[in-house]
């Protein structure tokens, strides 16, 4: 099962990474009109914003942790959040790139504020991340440990990394690489979705 969580935290951290999205747009932004080291500022907020967010939605999580119906309705919810996300991968056309940004000077506190202010980070932890981690640590502190450290490199990793090649290539998040890439995600978390249906099935019968 430890490969298992580590894949998870690969797929969704990669996805959330590339995903148009209000933090994507302000890498793009900073990164376009202030250069790659704006943009870097940028990718690295998860890294504080999230820990708010992650300690919120495990305390919940843990407190409903007893009452199968609850984290049936939870793993439901998170199938239907991970479904809609697959799709929109899959349909989408590029990220619409932006004319102009506010000034750097304060990048990384504006990362922050859009991740915090933003319900994809609360929506995703409450319905998908908490209930996986919690499931890993039951099993093993590995598991756990690997999937929190894979999630977060695929997704700051992979906002870096747009960070650096936006502030040369403009277009590459309208091109042909991008979309196949977006859209082969968008395939797996569909059927990731599926498992989340699954487990919210067995909890409910259980």
């Not at 430890?2 to 148009?20: K, R």
């Not at 590029?94 to 990384?108: I, Q, Y």
């Not at 999937?147 to 747009?162: A, I």
Request: positive net charge.
């Amino acid at each position: 099962m430890l490969t298992g969580y580590l894949l998870s935290g690969c797929l969704l951290g990669l996805s959330a990474g590339l995903a148009p999205g209000p933090l994507l747009t302000l890498v793009i932004g900073e990164s376009l009109q202030h250069g790659s080291r704006a943009g870097v500022k940028v990718a690295l907020s998860p890294l504080l914003s999230d820990l708010p967010v992650v300690a919120i939605t495990l305390m919940a999580v843990q407190q409903f942790s007893r009452f199968n119906l609850v984290l049936a309705a939870i793993s439901t919810l998170g199938g239907l959040l991970v479904l809609n996300i697959g799709y929109r991968n899959f349909r989408t056309q590029g990220v619409l790139l932006p004319t102009a940004a506010p000034a750097s000077d304060r990048a990384l506190a504006k990362g922050v504020a859009v991740n915090l202010c933003s319900p994809h980070p609360w929506l995703f932890w409450i319905s998908v991340g908490a209930p996986l981690l919690l499931k890993a640590a039951s099993e093993s502190p590995a598991a756990a440990t690997g999937f929190v450290v894979l999630f977060y490199l695929m997704l700051v990793g992979s906002k870096l990394v747009l960070a650096q090649l936006v502030g040369r290539w403009r277009e590459l998040l309208r091109g042909r690489g991008y979309l196949l890439t977006m859209r082969f995600l968008g395939l797996l978390l569909m059927a990731f979705a599926l498992l989340l249906f699954r487990d919210g099935y067995r909890l409910l019968v259980s």
